[in-house]
């Protein structure tokens, strides 16, 4: 008895201990971020926009969506790009159907937006002239060979000596200040366990209850 006992707890305990890395969003088709940190003063309180993600067949659509009184940065300054955000999954992405002709995908090399390090994948703009280029939301979709089947596969932290996000953008106010932004975490849709693990840790608390009863009797 004292065997089963001791079998059923070290089962209830493997599987109530969490993956090496558990997923960032609960829901792998849908999953929305705020956009909630930045170091320029002038910006005020946030959230600054939403971030969100969806999965739409084999591709991830991405529609980036700043709060009233900002716009993308009208040409990219420095070491910033319009937008960043990590390829966790590996291989090459492509970023097409981007809703402005003034943003495209930055290619290969990392992507920047200080204070928020460094990510594997960016955008860019190509406005020259700073005046007329910025708009208020961004959509594009990104593309993988064979594709992608979780949301999660583009959700990681920056890398770098800075304040680690899950996505940043380079952005301005309406009086023309301008700095970057990050999704540093607040705001995501919550981790929650799978219904299947769920499940299997009651019946296991349950089966160690009944079997305690009986041996008590």
């Given at each position: 008895m004292k065997r089963s006992?001791?079998?059923?707890?070290?089962?209830?305990?493997?599987?109530?201990?969490?993956?090496?890395?558990?997923?960032?969003?609960?829901?792998?088709?849908?999953?929305?971020?705020?956009?909630?940190?930045?170091?320029?003063?002038?910006?005020?309180?946030g959230p600054y926009g939403t971030v969100e993600?969806?999965?739409?067949?084999?591709?991830?659509?991405?529609?980036v969506d700043l709060a009233d009184g900002f716009g993308f940065n009208l040409i990219d300054t420095g070491t910033h790009e319009a937008f960043s955000f990590n390829n966790e999954i590996g291989g090459t992405l492509a970023l097409s159907g981007f809703s402005s002709s003034l943003y495209s995908d930055y290619g290969a090399g990392p992507g920047t937006n200080p204070p928020f390090s460094i990510f594997t994948n960016a955008v860019k703009s190509s406005c020259t002239n700073g005046s007329g280029?910025?708009?208020?939301?961004?959509?594009?979709?990104?593309?993988?060979?064979?594709?992608?089947?979780?949301?999660?596969?583009?959700i990681g932290l920056s890398t770098g000596n800075g304040t680690a996000a899950y996505?940043?953008?380079?952005?301005?106010?309406?009086?023309?200040?301008?700095?970057?932004?990050?999704?540093?975490?607040?705001?995501?849709?919550?981790?929650?366990?799978?219904?299947?693990?769920?499940?299997?840790?009651?019946?296991?608390?349950?089966?160690?209850?009944f079997l305690r009863r009986r041996q008590t009797r």
């Open positions: 006992l001791t079998f059923l707890a070290l089962a209830a305990a493997v599987i109530m201990v969490p993956s090496a890395k558990a997923s960032v969003c609960a829901s792998t088709t849908d999953c929305t971020f705020n956009l909630n940190s930045t170091d320029v003063v002038a910006f005020g309180a993600l969806k999965l739409d067949g084999s591709a991830i659509d991405f529609t280029c910025g708009v208020n939301t961004l959509t594009f979709a990104v593309n993988r060979t064979g594709g992608f089947t979780d949301v999660n596969q583009l996505f940043a953008a380079d952005i301005a106010n309406s009086a023309g200040v301008t700095g970057a932004v990050g999704a540093t975490g607040i705001g995501i849709t919550s981790v929650t366990p799978e219904p299947i693990s769920s499940a299997l840790v009651g019946t296991g608390l349950m089966s160690l209850f």
